[in-house]
Nanobody, 121 residues
Framework: VQLVESGGGLVQPGGSLRLSCAAS????????MSWYRQAPGKERELVASVARGGGTTVYASSVKGRFTISRDNAKNTVYLQLNSLKPEDTAAYYC???????????????WGQGTQVTVSS
């Protein structure tokens, strides 16, 4: 399993970013996919999930209405559009698979390197 996240950066409050995660080593379309984030000194938290076909999405209350998860099964890639960013969104963002869109625990123990999002003026 390989998960490669990209697209992070430094952005001002209210700004936007689009994260990408390229997946390989498993049958991408057979899994729901998710984005997690981990801020310094905090546990990793699940922020968004998308069902196998992309028709159902689930969001943490802290990001609902601001973040949008999507996927392209032809490209084995999952995306996270981050809008109206706040300083509290600062974290390393990771993707992983899920057994279904309502699950909390990731399917795979291995993680990618993550992509850092820093929201600061």
């Amino acid at each position: 399993v390989q998960l490669v996240e990209s697209g992070g950066g430094l952005v001002q409050p209210g700004g936007s970013l689009r994260l990408s995660c390229a997946a390989s080593g498993f049958t991408f379309s057979s899994y729901a996919m998710s984005w997690y984030r981990q801020a310094p000194g905090k546990e990793r938290e699940l922020v968004a999930s998308v069902a196998r076909g992309g028709g159902t999405t689930v969001y943490a209350s802290s990001v609902k209405g601001r973040f949008t998860i999507s996927r392209d099964n032809a490209k084995n890639t999952v995306y996270l559009q981050l809008n109206s960013l706040k300083p509290e969104d600062t974290a390393a963002y990771y993707c992983n698979a899920l057994p279904n869109v309502w699950a909390q625990a990731p399917s795979f123990r291995s993680w990618g390197q993550g992509t850092q999002v820093t929201v600061s003026s």
